[in-house]
């Protein structure tokens, strides 16, 4: 069975520190690894991906994630955050034609 | 950026009405999906198909229909809204070759 846990409904940070979501998965099969964010009100956008490349994976808006096999795991880290990083973050597995998605992390950032 | 597009983005309708969420994408994608999504839970896979006239139910029981006449369009269907429906809906459709799920912005629905 496929599943995905992120670790805490809500992350609050000040603006300008790290920034650390949590999220660790289960496949039975090498799996895609995604994380994406929901700004409110609107649908689901790509911050990034891992497809078997590298173990560390950049994205967008300066978010990056590491893949631990070891850990299963796949946390999304941002060295410095801004206020436009307030937003819900998704983390998802898809060992095939199916998304398995975590409940989602909702991030504040504090001025 | 995406372009993958759902209307209506909001709708508010009493119990028994029927309506329909459309979805459209133009990216040519075979397999496209439905997702409810509730306030602080995760997504909910309700419909989804892999391509013209194939359609079926995903892990959350739904009373909705989905139908997939042409590749860029799939619509969702409630025949009689009932408040138990009031959600966010979300569509999206995937680039088989890249893995990458694309979703439109969504559509609240609320049933009084």
């Known amino acids: 069975a496929q599943s995905v846990t992120q670790l805490g409904s809500h992350v609050s940070v000040s603006e300008g520190a790290l920034v650390l979501l949590r999220c660790n998965y289960s496949?039975?099969?090498?799996?895609?690894l995604f994380w994406y964010v929901q700004y409110p009100n609107q649908g689901l956008q790509l911050l990034l991906k891992y497809t078997s490349a590298a173990t560390l994976v950049k994205g967008i808006n300066g978010f990056e994630a590491e893949f631990k096999k070891s850990e299963t795991s796949f946390h999304l880290t941002k060295p410095s955050a801004h206020m436009s990083d307030a937003a819900e973050y998704f983390c998802a597995v898809s060992p095939g034609n199916q998304f398995y998605f975590g409940t989602g992390t909702s991030l504040t950032v504090i001025p | 950026e995406a372009d993958i597009y759902q209307t209506p983005r909001y709708l508010v309708i009493g119990t028994g009405k029927k309506i329909t969420l459309e979805c459209s994408q133009t990216m040519g994608h075979d397999k496209m999906y439905w997702y409810q999504q509730d306030p602080g839970m995760e997504l909910h896979l309700i419909h989804y198909?892999?391509?013209?006239?194939?359609?079926e139910k995903g892990d959350l029981s739904s009373e909705s229909t989905v139908s997939r006449i042409r590749t860029e369009h799939f619509p969702l269907t409630l025949e009689s809204a009932r408040p138990s429906h009031t959600s966010q809906y979300l569509c999206?459709?995937?680039?088989?070759?890249?893995?990458?799920?694309?979703f439109g912005e969504g559509s609240r629905l609320t049933v009084l």
């Open positions: 496949s039975s099969v090498p799996p895609y």
């Open positions: 999206a459709s995937r680039n088989t070759g890249t893995g990458e799920l694309f």
């Open positions: 198909s892999y391509g013209v006239n194939s359609t």
